[in-house]
């Protein structure tokens, strides 16, 4: 410019650079330099992640100032924080795989987060993080001696007994009433074929 300053940016970190100047009838200069970063970056998010929750994933430097506009690979995606280094992220996966990356700073470490499973009881699968206690419909335990709803001697004899067959006493009853009613049909007729 009109005082002999130029500006540059210089966007990536870098050792052993060097600048010139040179103008008629001056005497010509250099300087080395390195580009260091502003600083590194980490990533914050919650201790524990549950599958269909929204998180919020936070970037910052090592001085705890957060870092607006990083670029965040979540499991291969990238996305872009906002001003205030956030971003808000609905969890679909059963883990999360992280890196931030920002110019003038080293990208953060790569995080691998585990993700709780989202319990959908009543699907008929006995699925991460569903037990017999929190989804008895789905996780059916055959063995444990006790005969849960949906087990039946058929599909677990271990743990159901055997039904018995129709009782013989209810039977013996049937045949008592039938006979008794037989007898009396029998003697009504009787009588009624002896008054004639």
């Not at 008629?24 to 970063?37: G, M, P, Q, R, T």
């Not at 677990?156 to 008794?180: Q, Y």
Request: aromatic content about 6%; glycine content about 8%; hydrophobic content about 35%.
């Amino acid at each position: 410019d009109a005082n002999g300053i130029v500006k540059m940016t210089i966007k990536t970190i870098q050792a052993g650079l060097e600048s010139s100047t040179s103008m008629e009838n001056y005497k010509s200069s250099s300087i080395l330099f390195d580009v260091h970063a502003i600083g590194k970056l980490n990533i914050e998010v919650p201790e524990k992640v549950k599958q269909g929750e929204t998180i919020t994933i936070t970037v910052r430097d090592e001085n705890k100032n957060a870092v607006p506009n990083a670029k965040v690979t979540i499991n291969g995606v990238e996305q872009t924080a906002d001003a205030n280094g956030k971003i808000e992220y609905k969890v679909t996966t059963s883990s999360l795989t992280l890196k931030a990356a920002s110019e003038g700073y080293v990208s953060s470490e790569q995080i691998s987060v585990p993700v709780e499973a989202k319990i959908v009881c009543g699907d008929g699968k006995c699925e991460a993080g569903e037990t017999k206690e929190n989804c008895p419909r789905d996780c059916i335990v055959c063995g444990d001696n006790v005969c849960d709803i949906g087990e039946s001697y058929e599909n677990c004899p271990s743990d159901c007994p055997k039904p018995e067959g129709f009782p013989l006493w209810i039977i013996g009853i049937l045949l008592v009433i039938v006979l008794i009613a037989a007898y009396y049909f029998l003697v009504m007729r009787k009588k009624k074929g002896g008054e004639e």
